[in-house]
């Protein structure tokens, strides 16, 4: 059964819809199930400013994509693979502790949804591609 959170996270479609705007852009494919996404991001600095997407994807990514596309200005490219590391390695350790600024993730990113992880990562894994 869906959680009325993950309901929340996904049904918020600020950032849903691209716009052709963007220094860098990926579309994703979820290889086990065929989930997809396309993201288009614009990067100034080094700091990724604003992240665009779309998806035809389940529940889960949506929701990933629609709370990484909210927190997208707390990523860089240089500590963008360190958080995605960071992040997936809380499927599996219970007791690690996520910095502040990744504790918006930990709903998502916990051991009871080991299941779906590679929906959560969907997004990340697209946003990873782009940066690259």
Avoid: W
Wanted: glycine share 2%; hydrophobic share 40%.
């Amino acid at each position: 059964m869906i959680n009325i959170k993950i309901l929340k996270l996904a049904s918020n479609t600020k950032y849903f819809g691209l716009k052709n705007n963007y220094t860098h852009k990926c579309i994703f494919k979820n290889k086990k199930c065929g989930d997809k996404i396309s993201l288009e991001i614009i990067v100034r600095k080094n700091k990724i400013c604003s992240m665009r997407y779309e998806t035809n994807s389940c529940i889960y990514s949506q929701a990933s994509a629609s709370i990484l596309a909210n927190s997208i200005n707390i990523f860089n490219k240089d500590n963008l693979i360190e958080n995605i590391k960071i992040l997936n390695s809380n499927f599996v350790d219970k007791k690690l502790k996520l910095p502040l600024k990744l504790k918006k993730f930990q709903y998502l990113f916990n051991k009871k949804n080991i299941n779906r992880m590679d929906c959560i990562m969907l997004p990340f894994n697209a946003l990873a591609k782009a940066i690259r």
